[in-house]
């Protein structure tokens, strides 16, 4: 007798909590949206921004703010905000007072492509990204007969350059030579390095850093017009 009340017991109290959650569900479902707020993650970059972000969904009668959270869709807030051309990833959620959050991480550049024709960025998974009107980005820029392809050459060299500190604040230019081998221009002397095609990228900037480190301290930054890099085991200076 004494168990079968424990066990009695046990399911009342599960009914109990059963009922409970069911009503809390329900009432999550008519709370109203008090508040609303994009978080953009830290970055150097300023594509987005909140007020961007409310006027995208108020235009797509999307707005959370007022609605009641069975009006809210969540998912098509997500779509539309991912949508844009400079946004990663989002993450749009309610908190347990029914608010929502959406959480922004941007697209990052690493270089911009200047052509007669066409300009863009290049972002870090190599891929085409349009211009904003809002933000430009000071980056690395490409000119010349530019023949991009997502994730080839071109972008390994860009990538190469962004990622290394010394490369990234020394050189400001790559120019694309009819033929498709590259010239650098530095920020620092009026010489101009030939890299040739964009292969061995790891071994020519071993050799150019070394000759930064050697013959241009030794002989100045302004002695030459040009550094080629396209030879194996040297390089060949062309005196002013």
Known sequence: MKKAFEILSWLMLIAVIVLLMAFSVKNQQIVECQKFEVVVTSSENHFINDKMINELLSNKNLHPLGKIRAEIAMDEIEKNIGNHTSIKEVNAYFDIAGNVFVEILQRSPI??????????????????????KVYTARRLVITGKVNFQEKGDLFLLAKFINENPFWKAQIMQIHTEENGELILIPRVGSQQIVFGKPINIATKFSKLKLFYEKGILERGWNNYSHINLKFKNQIVCTKK
Request: aromatic share 10%.
């Open 111 to 132: 270089a911009r492509v200047e052509t007669e024709n066409n300009s863009f960025y290049i972002d870090e998974n190599g891929k085409r990204m349009p211009l904003s």
